[in-house]
């Protein structure tokens, strides 16, 4: 290749960070395709099995179930908004489109979740650790994400696979960072609290650390899912089935009609899942709860009336 | 052999605080330290802690006490010297063997609880007995015999944040003793308390030392706080310790200016005791003696009553001046004689003596625990008792003034 001068300005030689990433990524997909496909057959057909759970379901018994679990986290206002956004997502069609998002997402966002809390864990334990990851974190969330789409397309092909290995990438990073913030918050006379009775390190890890900083970490999960979900749809584009694949095609065939109902259905969707992991993080207690807790109260306070009587 | 012995512990932070260390035992001084971008927070402290005793270390913040208590059970290596527990070297231990340690002698209550709020206040207090690897019936059964040790009952189902401070310090305070570890540290462990509720925890834990025997390190910047608690107290002032003694010793005669302007507002009444002021109990007689030796004495001394002992020096009673004049044919003092009602011990609080010193006319007589005569405190003595702190005050008033400011 020539070398043409186009900038006499220039005070760099040209290095071409291009070139040997596309030779990288040539390498990577001629030596490691068993790898990536071992990889993407895992996800595709999980995200499979999930995807028909859900669309072979009775929409009746997912918007009871989902309802269900919204009363519990959060109380019966959300539960009925949540039945009712339910119900428009079905009769805006979108029901079957809306299930595969979900299913992509929840798979997304437990791997998501599950690499980024042991991530933020060592994070917060080791100084080093810390030095290393926040830049790679940091490379994560600011890469315009249609830069690693297109990899994730030739290592995982069209589908699936390739929209949850791109929102895994895209989603973590928050999780990692607010689990090493919760456990680097815990007070440290907490931790020395601990130590000082003779606790192992993993029993003040576990016992101490980690519960205290639940609602921090239970706030990353938060972040892991909405942000899962908001590139679950950009990952329409790589042929992830879903709601985002409704958008991707609504904009290509400029159906601006069918385009608000596949993004209404998300915005659904996404304030579902928000409200109620937020109400699993908030550390209050549900009110499922709260009602046990005051039939014990009446409970014992009737019993200690009756003895003192 | 002593419960804890620090030896030349120091503890200097930053990335050169072995050089630190190096200029410190070299005798430079603080601020040389400072200069290569260390900071030292100990400076060679050395002391013991006998069994049973309650040690504590008085300092303002940011003398290092903190830093030092925490020194002791580990939680902070101490980047020169070393500590003993029963013998056993803490500082060199492996990580197993500090945890050992820990789990079987030493216990900490801190300033601000440091409860886990997660929970519930019965398996806070559990939680020494759980790291031990106590079961868990028996552990729970433990737990509620030391909050209730801790005047804390009927809270063993609730969270720690439904409780006040004090209630929560107990649960840190039973926290410690259901471990049943010889060694107590506490960490400002009242300073957080309300004046009201920290006499009252302080009386309590004077109760329970009483009572179990503990070996306490106390920490605290609170000067009455120490006099009330320590049997013995060590001074510190940034990052060294200026001077150990019991109250007494620090009050009447403390090792430099530093630690007489610090006493200088203690209220002294409450340190100082009878035995500590007591006279030598000169106008005695002998109880064999008669009414014309006593008269003799009593104009040599210019006394209008006398104390009369026994051979064993066994307070038998006393004589005034008017009834041996009147009766002085009588062979002895039998029949002459009259009761004493009022006596203190040794360990009485000066604070305590105005009372019977106000119900007698006699020096207050000081007694031990055979009734015998150790001296005499006449009212003279009682208030000059009192002088000695106002002398001292304005000396060093204006220094004084400031080193308080921060406490």
Same mark, same amino acid.
């Given at each position: 290749m020539s070398e043409p001068i186009l900038h006499p300005l220039n005070l760099m030689p040209r290095i071409h960070l291009g070139d040997g990433v596309n030779s990288a990524v040539d390498w990577l997909t001629t030596h490691w395709a068993p790898f990536f496909n071992g990889i993407g057959d895992g996800l595709n057909s999980v995200v499979e099995h999930l995807t028909n759970v859900l669309m072979n379901a009775p929409i009746v018994l997912i918007v009871i179930v989902l309802a269900a679990i919204a009363l519990i986290s959060r109380g019966i206002g959300t539960a009925v908004a949540a039945a009712v956004g339910l119900l428009l997502i079905d009769s805006f069609d979108e029901w079957g489109s809306a299930m595969q998002t979900l299913a992509l997402i929840v798979v997304a966002a437990v791997i998501a979740i599950v690499l980024a809390i042991p991530i933020g864990i060592v994070a917060a334990k080791s100084h080093v650790g810390s030095l290393v990851i926040r830049p790679v974190l940091d490379f994560m969330q600011t890469l315009p994400a249609y830069v690693y789409l297109l990899p994730a397309l030739f290592f995982? &092909?069209? &589908?699936a696979a390739a929209g949850v290995v791109a929102t895994i990438i895209f989603a973590l990073p928050p999780g990692v960072r607010l689990t090493e913030l919760g456990i680097r918050q815990v007070d440290v006379e907490m931790v020395e609290a601990g130590q000082s009775f003779g606790a192992t390190p993993s029993k003040v890890l576990f016992g101490v650390q980690i519960p205290l900083a639940m609602p921090t970490i239970m706030a990353g999960v938060n972040q892991v899912i909405m942000l899962a979900l908001s590139m679950v749809v950009i990952g329409g584009m790589v042929g992830a089935p879903g709601l985002g694949q409704d958008v991707t095609s609504a904009l290509t065939t400029l159906n601006i009609g069918q385009g608000a109902e596949a993004g209404v259905s998300v915005v659904f969707i996404a304030i579902y899942l928000d409200r109620v992991t937020a109400g699993i993080g908030r550390g209050e207690p549900s009110p499922i709860t709260k009602a046990i807790r005051f039939f014990q109260r009446q409970r014992a306070s009737a019993t200690a009336t009756a003895t003192a009587g | 052999m002593p419960a804890i012995q620090a030896h030349h512990l120091y503890k200097v932070f930053g990335k050169k605080a072995r050089e630190g260390v190096a200029l410190l035992e070299a005798g430079q001084s603080r601020e040389a330290v400072t200069r290569i971008g260390a900071t030292p927070a100990v400076i060679d402290a050395s002391f013991s802690v006998e069994e049973g005793e309650i040690f504590v270390v008085m300092g303002l913040s940011g003398s290092g006490k903190s830093t030092l208590i925490r020194m002791i059970n580990g939680l902070h290596p101490p980047t020169s010297g070393h500590v003993e527990i029963y013998g056993e070297n803490l500082t060199e231990a492996s990580p197993r063997n500090l945890r050992r340690i820990r789990r079987e002698r030493i216990s900490m209550v801190f300033q601000h609880f440091a409860l886990f709020p997660h929970r519930s206040v019965l398996d806070n207090a559990a939680y020494g007995l759980e790291t031990q690897g106590v079961g868990k019936a028996e552990r729970r059964e433990r737990a509620h015999e030391a909050l209730e040790l801790c005047g804390l009952t009927g809270w063993d189902n609730h969270k720690p944040d439904e409780l006040s401070g004090g209630m929560r310090q107990r649960v840190g305070l039973a926290r410690a003793l259901a471990a049943d570890t010889d060694i107590l540290l506490m960490d400002e #462990?009242?300073? #957080?308390?309300d004046p009201l509720i920290r006499r009252d925890m302080q009386d309590q834990l004077i109760e329970l030392q009483h009572k179990l025997g503990k070996t306490i390190l106390f920490i605290t910047h609170d000067l009455n706080e120490a006099m009330r608690l320590g049997d013995r107290i060590a001074m510190m002032r940034n990052g060294e310790i200026v001077q150990i003694g019991t109250a007494e010793e620090i009050l009447t005669d403390p090792a430099n200016d530093y630690v007489a302007q610090f006493v200088a507002d203690v209220d002294r009444t409450r340190v100082l005791t009878a035995g500590s002021i007591m006279e030598p109990p000169v106008a005695v007689l002998g109880g064999e003696q008669g009414p014309r030796a006593a008269h003799k004495l009593m104009r040599e001394q210019q006394q209008h009553g006398l104390y009369v002992v026994g051979r064993d020096r066994k307070l038998l009673g006393y004589v005034t001046e008017d009834d041996v004049s009147t009766n002085l044919a009588h062979p002895d003092l039998t029949g002459l004689m009259q009761q004493i009602t009022t006596t203190v011990s040794a360990s009485t609080p000066v604070a305590e003596l105005f009372t019977p010193s106000a119900e007698t006319t006699l020096p207050l007589p000081v007694i031990d625990d055979e009734q015998r005569l150790l001296g005499v405190i006449p009212t003279v003595t009682l208030l000059s008792a009192l002088g000695t702190r106002a002398e001292v005050a304005i000396d060093d008033a204006a220094p004084a003034q400031k080193e308080t400011t921060h406490v």
């Open positions: 995982f &092909g069209l &589908g | #462990a009242f300073s #957080a308390l």
